[in-house]
């Protein structure tokens, strides 16, 4: 699963240029579009709720979070009239890191207002990663696939991009294989996330 991902070709792209690329590419009738997250531990900087959670203010940046809603019904109204359909897989190790457990109450409101993600515990896919971890991707149809790149402090910095149909195709199955065996994300959310203390954090 993912065997050909390291070795396919692609361009690395500025964190401006993927954003605009990817802009581009998602208005072009994609039909769907899969995301991917494995990593437990970034920075958002610039999020308003991201960087009260850094603060230590985790009321507030819940708050912040459920202020997002509106957004993120609107994104998924744009994704209806463009016929794109989203979904997502996020993969959770445990312990559950701080940054994880702020991430899934940004990700419950977007449930809330729609949005398709699933979650999937890492210890499940640990024989697929016996020598790397699952790729944190971006999948626009059977067109695109952009891998996230962050810097050595978890700051987003890009991303590299795919266009090679059969590696894409290939993503695209292993996504779906997994997305498969993910767990509904309310009761992952309700059993694992809701009864754990707000986690202990200042000035990330």
Same mark, same amino acid.
Request: glycine fraction near 8%; aromatic fraction near 12%; charge should be negative.
């Given at each position: 699963?993912?065997?050909?991902?390291?070795?396919?070709?692609?361009?690395?792209?500025?964190?401006?240029?993927?954003?605009?690329?990817?802009?581009?590419?998602?208005?072009? *009738?994609?039909?769907?579009?899969?995301?991917?997250?494995?990593?437990?531990?970034?920075?958002?900087?610039?999020?308003?709720?991201?960087?009260?959670?850094?603060?230590? $203010?985790?009321?507030?940046?819940?708050?912040?979070?459920?202020?997002?809603?509106?957004?993120?019904?609107?994104?998924?109204?744009?994704?209806?009239?463009?016929? #794109?359909?989203?979904?997502?897989?996020?993969?959770?190790?445990?312990?559950?890191?701080?940054?994880?457990?702020?991430?899934?109450? #940004?990700?419950?409101?977007? #449930?809330?207002? *729609? $949005?398709?993600?699933?979650?999937?515990?890492?210890?499940?896919?640990?024989?697929?990663?016996?020598?790397?971890?699952?790729?944190?991707?971006?999948?626009?149809?059977? #067109?695109?696939?952009?891998?996230?790149?962050?810097?050595?402090? *978890?700051?987003?910095?890009?991303?590299?991009?795919?266009?090679?149909?059969?590696?894409?195709?290939? /993503?695209?199955?292993?996504?779906?294989?997994?997305?498969?065996?993910?767990?509904?994300?309310?009761?992952?959310?309700?059993?694992?996330?809701? /009864?754990?203390?707000?986690?202990?954090?200042?000035?990330?």
């Amino acid at each position: 699963m993912f065997d050909s991902f390291p070795s396919g070709a692609s361009e690395r792209l500025d964190r401006p240029t993927y954003h605009a690329d990817l802009g581009r590419v998602y208005r072009s *009738g994609i039909g769907f579009l899969n995301k991917l997250e494995r990593g437990q531990h970034f920075k958002e900087r610039g999020f308003p709720s991201w960087e009260a959670f850094a603060d230590g $203010d985790w009321e507030r940046a819940l708050r912040l979070a459920d202020e997002r809603r509106e957004d993120y019904a609107e994104e998924l109204r744009q994704a209806s009239r463009l016929g #794109v359909v989203h979904r997502r897989l996020r993969v959770v190790e445990f312990p559950v890191t701080p940054y994880v457990q702020w991430e899934l109450f #940004v990700l419950r409101a977007r #449930v809330e207002v *729609g $949005d398709d993600i699933r979650i999937i515990d890492a210890r499940k896919i640990s024989s697929i990663e016996r020598t790397r971890p699952v790729p944190e991707v971006v999948v626009l149809g059977d #067109v695109v696939m952009y891998e996230v790149v962050y810097d050595e402090d *978890g700051n987003a910095a890009g991303a590299n991009r795919y266009t090679n149909g059969p590696l894409i195709r290939e /993503t695209n199955s292993a996504f779906d294989a997994l997305y498969e065996h993910g767990e509904g994300f309310h009761d992952f959310f309700d059993r694992e996330i809701v /009864t754990l203390a707000p986690p202990r954090v200042s000035g990330i």
